[in-house]
């Protein structure tokens, strides 16, 4: 709020908020709007904040620019949704930039028509979102476990502030996917990563589901895939892992067979030594003293 005697000139607010988003950019190398109220006598401020803050909420702006409440007319308008079919072929056919174009032609069509508000906004931002989310789904990928994490919550959060932002973060959104999306279609890079996994953690508790998480993945699906490239299944190769870990620590330490057991990740040790014996045809002690 700025006090004045008398209710300034136009270009004087005009100086002042230009001055003011050019200090912005320069020193704190942020973007900035100036949204202004009209002039009002005291007992009348409290009511034209708050328009002033429900214009704030719902207008789309671009970034840099001067706003007037007095000019601001909110309108509800209906929403009709971009061509979801086309958007979803273009994910389809890996053509992010045709993607990216046609969101960008579908929201300024939207500012040009004087239509765009946050409540359209966040209607539109659902549907990509889902859209997106439908398509991962459709790969076997976790989407709720890939967007995960402070860049993604902070892009999401920003994204109805203007329309850069919301295509900053729809850019993210849909980049994201399409590089995963490459990734889990490549059975042999999926496998190598879990097995990579399980040679770095072997003493953690690995479960079907605790690796899924790893590579964002369905568990059944990854279970299928790591069965069908390595021919054994998952839980048989963590088993194979883990004994292969324990007969070279029997070999080369002087651990004692119960912390062997215990860093290979088996805290039962009678089960340890069972699965020991199923696949070296002997205990551990025996393994130990014929080595």
Known sequence: MLKWNLPPEPYQMEE????F???ANQFLRCDACCNIATVSALPAVHPVIRQL????EELINSRNQIFYLEKYNY??????PPDLGLLEELLNQSNPAAFFEEIHRYLYSLVNNQSMNASLLRLFRLDLVQLVYSFLKSKEIEAH?????????QLFIQSLNSIEDMEK????LVNTATKYRDFAEQPRSVVEEIQQYISRHYGDDLT?????ETVYLNPDYLARLFKKETGVSLGTYIIEARIRIAKHLL??????????ASKVGYSNYSYFSKLFKQETGCTPYEYRNLH
């Open 208 to 212: 079907r589901m605790s690796l899924a």
């Open 16 to 19: 002042i908020c230009t001055s």
């Open 145 to 153: 476990k890939l967007y995960t994490g402070r860049t993604n919550d």
């Open 169 to 172: 973060y729809l850019t993210y």
């Open 251 to 260: 070999k080369t330490t002087p651990m004692s067979v119960n912390a062997i």
């Open 53 to 56: 803050i429900h214009m704030n």
């Open 75 to 80: 309108q509800e308008a209906a929403y009709t």
């Open 21 to 23: 988003i050019q200090k």
